[in-house]
């Protein structure tokens, strides 16, 4: 359950616990990274898998910035920097997996306190066909963290067959 679960309009607590499992999925292949492969580039310009695991919750503050323009909250006129350069992560896997279960715990309690109302607003900034709210949650800020958890996948799958 999902904290502030007992307030929560029926959609937010939903996205709230797909988001949930979309961490708890995440963080357990992240803990499965052997310590070798943690900051291995696997190819020339392609992130090791920390990198992927740092990303993660460097890019949901991002995405909940989004949200909180999107219900008018007062936030910076500029959107939070994303670092992508960089193919490593001075980060341990411990934490990495400590940033992004606080990044979620912030992102669970945003979630939790939206109401249906906002849920509906449509997106800021302005994203394709007027996407609303709940769309950018599931498809931005939960999707991203399952397609990292896959990144991650493949990459420990080819490093192992090496």
Do not use: C, F
């Amino acid at each position: 359950m999902v904290p502030g679960a007992s307030t929560s309009s029926p959609i937010a607590l939903r996205l709230a616990n797909d988001l949930k499992e979309a961490a708890d999925a995440a963080i357990a292949v992240i803990q499965a990274v052997e310590p070798l492969l943690w900051n291995q580039v696997p190819a020339p310009g392609v992130w090791a898998i920390g990198k992927d695991a740092e990303h993660v919750s460097e890019a949901a503050i991002y995405h909940q910035w989004i949200v909180r323009l999107t219900i008018g909250e007062k936030v910076s006129s500029r959107r939070p920097a994303i670092e992508r350069r960089s193919l490593t992560t001075s980060l341990t896997p411990a934490e990495a997996i400590d940033r992004l279960a606080e990044r979620t715990e912030q992102g669970l309690r945003l979630i939790t306190g939206l109401t249906d109302e906002q849920l509906q607003l449509v997106t800021r900034p302005p994203r394709a066909q007027s996407q609303r709210l709940t769309a950018t949650i599931e498809r931005v800020l939960i999707e991203h963290y399952d397609l990292h958890r896959r990144i991650i996948e493949a990459k420990r799958g080819a490093r192992a067959s090496d």
